[in-house]
C-alpha cells in the first residue's frame, strides 16, 4: 500500500476540491432566496464534510472524529465504520471534466488580475469565447453569475456564437477556449505604468549599490562568504524584479 500517495490524494480532495472550489461555490446556494436551494446545500454540504472525515481518518484519526461527531444525525464512530469504497456510479467523468474547464477559466482570469495589478475589489469586464462543440459551453452559461464571482467580473459574456467584440481585450488562452479581458476598463494605465517605472527606477538604484560592492576588491578579499552570498542574492533578487518590472510596463503599454 502506497500510504503517502493515498494521503496526497486524500489532502487534495479536500483542501482544493472541497475547501477552496466546493465551500466557495457552495455560498451562492447559501444565502439564496429560493425556497428549498439553501437547505439543500447545506445538506450536501454536511455530507460531502462526513464522508471527508471517512477519507481522513485512518491518516488525522483525532481531529476526524471529533469533527465527525459534531455533525448532526451522527450515531456512528469512524473507528468502527467500514472506510469508503470506490462506487464507479458515483465517477462523474464528464461532469469533472467540464467543472475542471471552469476551475482553469477561473484561475487564467485571476492570473490576468494578478499579473496586470488589477485591484482585488476593482471588477472587471471579460469574455469567454468557445465554439458550439465546447464541452464546457452550456455549463459555463448555466454558472455565469458563478464565475464572475470568482474572477470579480461586474461583467462576464459567455460567447459560444463568436458575435462579441473583443478587440483591445486581454487575451487569454483556455483548454477549448478563449478569455478576454477588457484592462482599459479596469486600471488606470498611465497611473499604474508610472508606479511600475518609479519602481524600477528604484530597484536599479539598489542594484547599483550592489553592483559597486561586488565589484570592491576590498570587500571581496575581506568580507566573510555568507556576507558575499547574500550580496550576490541581492543581485538576483534586484535583476530578478528589474526584469519583471519591465516587462510589466511594456505589456501595460501595448494596451494605451
Known amino acids: 500500500y502506497k500510504f ?28 439564496s432566496d429560493e425556497p428549498g436551494k439553501k437547505d439543500k446545500v447545506v445538506t450536501l454540504l454536511l455530507d460531502l464534510l462526513a464522508e471527508s472525515m471517512r477519507l481522513m481518518h485512518p491518516f488525522m484519526s483525532f481531529i476526524t472524529e471529533e469533527i465527525y461527531q459534531k455533525l448532526p444525525n451522527v450515531d ?44 482585488v475589489e476593482k471588477k472587471i469586464r471579460a469574455v469567454i469565447k468557445g465554439d458550439k462543440d465546447f464541452v464546457s459551453g452550456s455549463f459555463f452559461e448555466e454558472e455565469k453569475s458563478l464565475i464572475a464571482s470568482f474572477v470579480g467580473a461586474s461583467d462576464l459574456v459567455i460567447d459560444l456564437e463568436g458575435t462579441v467584440d473583443v478587440q483591445g481585450a486581454f487575451p487569454i488562452a483556455g483548454t477549448g477556449y478563449e478569455g478576454f479581458v477588457f484592462v ?8 499604474e505604468i508610472g508606479k511600475l517605472e518609479t519602481d524600477c527606477k528604484k530597484n536599479m538604484q539598489s542594484l547599483e549599490g550592489v553592483l559597486k560592492k561586488l565589484s570592491n576588491e576590498k ?38
Open 4 to 31: 503517502n500517495d493515498g494521503a496526497q490524494a486524500v489532502y487534495d480532495f479536500f483542501w482544493n476540491d472541497f475547501c477552496d472550489w466546493y465551500v466557495e461555490s457552495a455560498k451562492q446556494g447559501l444565502y
Open 76 to 119: 456512528d464512530q469512524l473507528i468502527t465504520s467500514s472506510y469508503p469504497v470506490y462506487q464507479e456510479d458515483r465517477s462523474h467523468a464528464h461532469e469533472a471534466l467540464v467543472v475542471s474547464r471552469m476551475q482553469e477559466a477561473v484561475t487564467l482570469l485571476r492570473s490576468v488580475r494578478s499579473e496586470l495589478g488589477i485591484p
Open 184 to 191: 482599459r476598463e479596469a486600471i488606470d494605465l498611465e497611473k
Open 219 to 256: 570587500f571581496i578579499n575581506n568580507a566573510k562568504a555568507e556576507a558575499i552570498e547574500k550580496e550576490q542574492g541581492k543581485k538576483a533578487e534586484f535583476e530578478e524584479k528589474i526584469a519583471k518590472g519591465e516587462k510589466h510596463i511594456a505589456l501595460l503599454k501595448s494596451f494605451l
